[in-house]
């Protein structure tokens, strides 16, 4: 059985807390995985409303080191140090937004940092390359960026200045073969969604997907990517898509009319066993 709850999200059921972040819990195969850690303290308010407990967690695994992400980890790592991280070097470099003429800093914080150096080396694993936690369950690490429609969603830059844009190469998706096909957990898709699922694909051999759960950061698309990503999903073979944190709502509102599979935006306290 899998069992997957979305920790952290922009929306939260009733007495959740929510916030512009995203964490996944997920158990398959096995292992106790957090994907992602959200952005402050929901990540602890809402894992206690569902009974969750950091100490069973064997896996935490990093989408991308945006803040939002990487909120929760100082928290994770303070009550269990035995688990495994996985994570793109990248993910720790200084990185900003910029809007207006104006940069704003959106790399984790200096206490996220240090908690993940104090780690053992043997604790934390560098993403490379595709890597499988277990026969059924995997990360891409980095995703090939194949369609020409899709960028990392935002002016993203490794300096102040918006001299050096930051591809955010360290955004990676997790897999889990369900038997039923796959179940792919994406951060904030800052490849482009379309490129991680077709990387997905090619990692696993395997085309038919039971679920895409997470962030599509489509908030800031064209009119143009949008309707080539709706595209591209009706080509897949995907049961059901759960749009979550940075899609967008008017991005979900267009999929939700074009889409084929069944759709439906997530939010914290959401949960589904497989
Ligand atoms: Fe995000
Ligand atoms: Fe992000």
Redesign the pocket.
Known sequence: MIRIAIVVDNKGADGFAAEHGFALWLEADGRVILFDTGNQDALSINADKLNLDFTDLTDMVL??G?Y??TGGIEAVLQKTSTLRVYLHQAAMQPRYSRRDGDARP?RMSAGAMKALWDLKDESIHWLTRPYKITDRIGITGPISRGTDYEDT??A?FYDPWGERPDP?ED?NAVWVHTGNGLVICV??S?AGIVNTIETVIEVTGETKIHTVIG?L?LLNASQQRLEQTAQALNSFDIGQLIACH?TGDEAFAYLEKRVNCKIMQGYAGFSMMI
């Open positions: 989408s991308h945006h939002d992400h959106v969603g935002g993203f955010i955004d951060g904030c800052h962030g950061h940075c």
